[in-house]
């Protein structure tokens, strides 16, 4: 007898005479000669409703039943004389797999997010965590469906490096050495003696790589962790997080936005048609006005709009903003906002960025103040994509390398690549978690991480 998913059984049209579920309780209740169980496997959100007769041999012991216990349940699946389900268990043979005790921390009542941070070895139990990372997996497998669908190669990049994509500085090392015992060389710590003979770090992002990779194979993609030692606590930050990043050979920053706005809409209309289930439950919980952004964001023309006008906009909003509005300023999350949810009401692209607020490898552009780069906004989140044009340009790039006070010696490979068959080139980063948010209408994305890690949290 083969185990059933819950998922398949509610979605049966016939009953079946002999079956196997294996899962955890979630209520039971106790009728004259019956005991009605509520179990679930994790494979939806629904549960199914098992009905153990007195005549079973231990039936003693599943009286004793408590929310959490692992049961595994024999019988057929019958319709439902009962409301509320169309289909129910008539159980043959109960085995107890495990009886959780009467301090099982998940009882029938609605627990605080905060209160599930500090439990996340069982949260995933919840109805709504468990909806969240269904739907995560999900995602993750619309992600490569859409790459592999349109010829990207999908490729493997360093999370260990010597380089630093974003210039900002914010990386953890990574090292082999003795902390109590380091070795010194001209009073500064000696990484030739350390396990890559120089400094290493984690990754904040795969596209330099990735950037190899287009200008071998063409349209490639990196799907993976990154990290950030940010010391930021809000809700939008994390120090692992995941990152899409497709990079485009013989692709300029039209494209690029073609590719960002696609995508997107590509991933929220497959989250509808996939995922109703669980989408229903944070439309109903979390978010009342959730249906309507998600269709807003799969079926709207996304407006695009340079970033000088974007500035200008704000700037005769009338709006009292935290941060300042100026041209060469960098837009904060709630000026992405007020575009997306007052002002345009739709997602935005802003694109050709100041190049002082930009890293070193985005394109010049003609005007030598701006760079081609761009941003997907979406309401409620803000950014969810931010990409470029690379600069091809050998001698243009090695010049930014120096206004900015690089050291070009750890990137000679990246200037090889200039060298060698340079073409125009583009991609983006998405950031998975924040994605994740706008489809769920979570607003924080510790709680769309199974274990997450910020500042002071290294749990579980």
């Not at 950014?383 to 470029?388: H, Q, R």
Request: aromatic letters at 12%; a negative charge.
């Amino acid at each position: 007898m083969k185990r059933k998913k819950i998922f398949k059984l509610l979605q049966t049209e016939a009953p079946i005479d002999k079956l196997l579920i294996q899962g955890w309780v979630r209520t039971r209740r106790d009728s004259k000669g019956f005991s009605f169980i509520e179990v679930n496997d994790g494979s939806c959100l629904k549960n199914l409703q098992v009905v153990a007769n007195e005549s079973l041999d231990n039936y003693s012991e599943i009286k004793k039943l408590t929310t959490g216990s692992a049961v595994a349940i024999h019988g057929k699946l019958v319709e439902s004389k009962g409301g509320g389900q169309e289909w129910e268990i008539q159980a043959e043979n109960i085995e107890i797999v495990d009886l959780a005790p009467e301090s099982y921390p998940l009882q029938k009542k609605r627990h605080s997010d905060e209160f599930l941070r500090t439990i996340a070895h069982l949260r995933p139990r919840t109805n709504k965590y468990g909806a969240t990372f269904r739907i995560r997996s999900e995602i993750s497998y619309a992600i490569h469906k859409f790459f592999r669908d349109r010829g990207f190669r999908y490729i493997h990049t360093p999370i260990i490096t010597g380089s630093d994509c974003e210039g900002a500085g914010e990386l953890f090392k990574v090292t082999a050495l003795d902390l109590d015992h380091l070795p010194k060389k001209d009073d500064r710590t000696d990484f030739q003696q350390d396990f890559f003979g120089k400094e290493a770090n984690l990754t904040v992002s795969g596209q330099l790589s990735a950037e190899m990779f287009a200008l071998a194979l063409g349209d490639v993609y990196t799907f993976g962790p990154t990290f950030r030692a940010e010391n930021s606590n809000t809700r939008r930050h994390a120090a692992e997080f995941w990152m899409v990043e497709p990079e485009m050979a013989f692709c300029d920053n039209d494209g690029n936005m073609d590719l960002g706005e696609e995508l997107v809409k590509y991933l929220t209309t497959y989250a509808l048609e996939e995922c109703g289930d669980d989408i229903e439950l944070f439309a109903k919980w979390v978010d009342k006005n959730l249906m309507a952004t998600l269709e807003n964001t799969a079926t709207s023309e996304y407006i695009r709009l340079p970033y000088r006008e974007a500035v200008k906009i704000l700037m005769k909003s009338g709006q009292m903003f935290e941060y300042e509005v100026d041209f060469g300023k960098d837009l904060q999350t709630e000026h992405e906002r007020y575009l997306t949810e007052l002002y345009f009401k739709k997602p935005v692209i802003v694109y050709d960025y100041p190049n002082v607020i930009k890293p070193f490898y985005m394109r010049i552009n003609d005007d030598q103040e701006t760079v081609a780069a761009m941003d997907v906004l979406v309401p409620n989140i803000g950014e969810i994509i931010g990409g470029s044009q690379r600069e091809e340009r050998l001698e243009i790039l090695e010049a930014r390398m120096d206004e900015m006070g690089m050291d070009k010696a750890p990137y000679w490979w990246y200037l090889d690549a200039r060298r060698y068959g340079s073409v125009p080139h583009s991609g983006f980063g998405l950031g998975f978690e924040r994605l994740l948010m706008l489809i769920t209408g979570i607003n924080n994305i510790r709680d769309v991480i199974p274990f997450p890690r910020t500042p002071s949290s290294i749990e579980f």
